[in-house]
């Protein structure tokens, strides 16, 4: 029985099911049982299956160590609902299923979920997705085709507009306009859309994420208007959140030392944590919203500890296509859950869970949910929760270097300005192209454990070397402290330090010359 990753693509959930789904049915042990003086072969109980279910997800790559107890008893609902398994009398769909002794078997007929085919034409069928208009196609700007000696060159400039050379700004048009702010915007979005489509290494982001909903107010929003802290800030305040939330959630952040003017009983912190969670359960959508639930269930292919920097960066720019009202909120509850995760004053908020555990499955459905309900989606909710807790003040921090990329693209195009057509119109079809590719950035190239080593050892040496010289002509240091760190720097790095200072009769540490030895006197006493 093999399991592999779920790849980021269409329908990913449904491929997750289909995947569960094969390894329970090939997986679980069947026996023999005896129930109300009968005998039923090739069945299990579903207290063992709960078991043995458990420990599948716990050890699954697609779910990880997170998943509950009672979270596998519910997936089994399901399965009994979509007729994984049936009872031994062959009920299924409204009945039940509790965590005991009752029987249950595996159907004959087949349980995969068929995953849809996307239509070859977009729009041709109902549901298929239209292809995205990016910011290349449209006729106020038409990128010129980047050949392939051209790569290399413009990826040492890193879109320094002083690299393009006369003879690429004779290409342009002498016609021109200024760059529009609706210009400016589908930069913006064509920018950061082409990076997360390298990022989650799709061929296009057509089949899990729908172009036109995605606003580039939002963007620029999210990376321009933050405060000290990093936390997006609003215009309209009436899309924050509540004072009196804020006023709970500060509290449990900062506990114990929280307002004074507040009520303190027995089990306070309890009810302000619950009046928090009902605040977010109360809301319309999840946090992450339902137009990007496609997106992000794919970016949970990445959360592997291989790949722990690349979902980082990917969710990075997920992030930033979220409402800056839905942001703010994301970034203030993930705050305020580490610091509570982390808090060892925080006294236990349930009996029998624990305080990470608590946060990660209480908030996780406020997070990530889809529109029509998924089968699997309290488990993937909980793995996206799970990292987010881990790396959330990575995750929802400005990229600077997209940033970067994008203002140096914008800087660029104002100066050469936009051309127009032959009568004066942006739209014309003989309009002239712009000489201005997207940003290109080179990925380092993946080296083998040898060189790695050798690149260790290298830069470690040309460090000591520096540390000695620094050692040797700081004036700074006084001699006392430079002999006693040289003498320490000798005695770690004996070979870096000869090859800088030869061993010479003075440079030999002096050694002191034995005490002289004192003939003892006979000692007499009275008896003698």
Same mark, same amino acid.
């Given at each position: ?153 413009? @990826? ?8 393009? @050379? ?35 290494? @799709? ?300 061993? @010479? ?24």
């Amino acid at each position: 029985m093999s399991s592999h990753v779920v790849t980021p693509g269409p329908y990913r959930a449904t491929k997750l099911w289909n995947e569960v789904t094969r390894l329970f049915r090939a997986g679980m042990p069947l026996k023999k049982h005896r129930h109300n003086f009968r005998h039923h072969t090739s069945c299990f109980t579903a207290s063992a299956a709960v078991e043995w279910l458990h420990q599948l997800l716990r050890n699954n790559s697609n779910f990880g160590p997170d998943v509950t107890r009672q979270q596998t008893v519910q997936l089994l609902k399901k399965f009994l609902k979509n007729h994984v398994i049936e009872d031994v009398k062959g009920r299924w769909g409204t009945e039940d299923l509790e965590d005991n002794n009752g029987l249950y078997r595996f159907p004959t007929t087949s349980t995969l979920k068929p995953i849809p085919c996307p239509s070859q034409t977009p729009g041709s069928a109902p549901g298929s997705v239209k292809k995205k208009h990016s910011f290349r196609d449209k006729d106020v700007f038409k990128f010129r085709t980047i050949k392939k000696h051209e790569k290399d060159a413009q @990826t040492q400039a890193n879109m320094d507009p002083a690299f393009y @050379t006369e003879e690429d700004g004779a290409e342009c048009t002498s016609q021109r306009r200024e760059l529009t702010v609706d210009d400016e915007r589908v930069i913006w979005k064509d920018i950061t859309l082409t990076h997360l489509q390298r990022i989650l290494g @799709t061929a296009s982001l057509d089949q899990v994420l729908d172009y036109r909903s995605v606003n580039p107010q939002n963007i620029i929003h999210n990376m321009t208007k933050v405060n000290k802290h990093g936390v997006v800030t609003l215009d309209d305040k009436t899309n924050d959140l509540p004072h009196w939330v804020l006023s709970a959630m500060k509290s449990l952040a900062n506990w114990p030392k929280y307002d004074s003017a507040q009520p303190s009983y027995p089990g306070f912190e309890r009810d302000v944590f619950k009046t928090v969670s009902d605040y977010f359960y109360s809301l319309s959508q999840p946090l992450l919203t339902f137009e990007l639930y496609e997106l992000f269930i794919n970016v949970l292919g990445l959360l592997q500890p291989q790949c722990e920097r690349v979902a980082i960066e990917a969710l990075q720019l997920c992030t930033l296509l979220l409402p800056p009202s839905s942001r703010r909120k994301l970034q203030l509850l993930m705050r305020m859950m580490s610091r509570i995760s982390q808090n060892v004053d925080m006294p236990r908020l349930h009996p029998a869970i624990g305080t990470r555990t608590l946060m990660v499955h209480t908030f996780s459905a406020c997070v990530l949910g889809s529109a029509e309900e998924c089968d699997l989606d309290e488990l993937l909710a909980t793995r996206l929760m799970s990292f987010f807790m881990d790396h959330q003040q990575s995750i929802l921090s400005v990229p600077e270097y997209l940033l970067t990329a994008i203002g140096d693209h914008i800087r660029y195009l104002r100066a050469v300005q936009v051309p127009v057509g032959p009568a004066g119109d942006a739209g014309g079809e003989e309009m002239e192209e712009v000489c201005a590719p997207l940003p290109i950035y080179a990925f380092c190239r993946q080296i083998s454990g040898a060189e790695f080593e050798q690149q260790k050892i290298e830069s470690l040496q040309q460090a000591m070397e520096e540390l000695l010289e620094t050692l040797l002509t700081d004036q700074n240091i006084s001699e006392k402290d430079r002999r006693k760190k040289l003498k320490q720097f000798q005695k770690q790095y004996p070979d870096i330090y000869s090859r800088r200072v030869p061993s @010479t009769e003075k440079n030999k540490p002096k050694i002191k010359p034995p005490l002289l030895n004192i003939k003892k006197t006979k000692v007499f006493s009275i008896r003698n």
